[in-house]
């Protein structure tokens, strides 16, 4: 999959602030240390010290050199041998100077070598697709959605019309919502929720996404008007490969939050690219939450009852009930 020189800037430039923060980690480790027991640091200068004796040997003169070389070695070994049981008299780790990189793989690079050639790493890979993601979701502020800040309060406990009481619907959803966010995985059931606006529908999927973050998963949210409009929009300006990088992170991404279905301006390519989205992620085994405004019947006459079919069929719906909660705020 191709990036945009954008995004493999950016990740690359994340790589290296990695691994740089790593290096000075270890660097600050050791010198504290050091301070604690000097004797570590006589070691560590005496052994720097012997492996550059060594080495310039072995350029002078790597035949009549071997007996000094062998001698160097030995004395190596012997303060490598006093550095662990120091180390093993404190409890401090054999590892202790060696950086800890978040890619142990690649040591925070980027790329490793396999069979004489550079391959770039699965952990690249990754940032470019986070990043990508967090392009389409620049403008969602996550702290103000959380199932904390949640209130069931604004739903009634009277019937409705239709004999429902939206308290007891309500407080089932957000039940739900809330294992489903404890339970999730990339490979957990799609949602479809479905109600009138200002009934929670997007409070309480960036609630999930919320969850599924901080368990270390991939998210996008975005709103269908604005991410048909950027596909359109790339689509038709020729800007193919930002178009092949939206859709890569939409397809890939852990757990795609579709909201708004149905409020785009609806077009041939918009439709067709619903479906795209949606089918990918199916055949992917990758959940997708669709929150839409419309009802089954509305949904079918803007789309197909094929789509909607597969739609109801691969989702698990959620309706909701009540009245409007920012006019009652």
Known sequence: MAYSQEIFLEATNRIAQRRQNA????????????R???RLREID??????GATIAKAIVKAPADGQESIQSLSERSIRLQEEQDRILEEHHIRKDVFEPRFICEKCGDTGYIEHDNRTDMCDCLQK???DISGEMLSDNLTLEDYTFENFSLDYYSKSPDSDGKIPFNRMSNIYRYCVDYADGFTPHSRSLLL???TGLGKT????SIANVVIRNGMSVIYTTAPDILFKLEKEHFSYQYSEQEDTYHSLIKCDLLILDDLGTE???DFTRSCVYNIFNSRLL???????STNMTIDELIGAYSQRFVSRLIGSCDRLDFIGDDVRQIK
């Open 36 to 38: 604690e027991i000097p």
């Open 284 to 290: 992917a085994g990758k959940p997708v939450i669709i």
């Open 23 to 34: 290096l000075r980690a270890a660097e600050y480790s050791r010198e504290q240390l050091f």
């Open 127 to 129: 940032l470019m697709s």
């Open 203 to 206: 409070h309480l999927s960036l």
């Open 265 to 267: 301006f609806s077009t």
């Open 194 to 196: 479905i109600g009138a």
């Open 45 to 50: 200068f005496e052994l720097q010290s012997i």
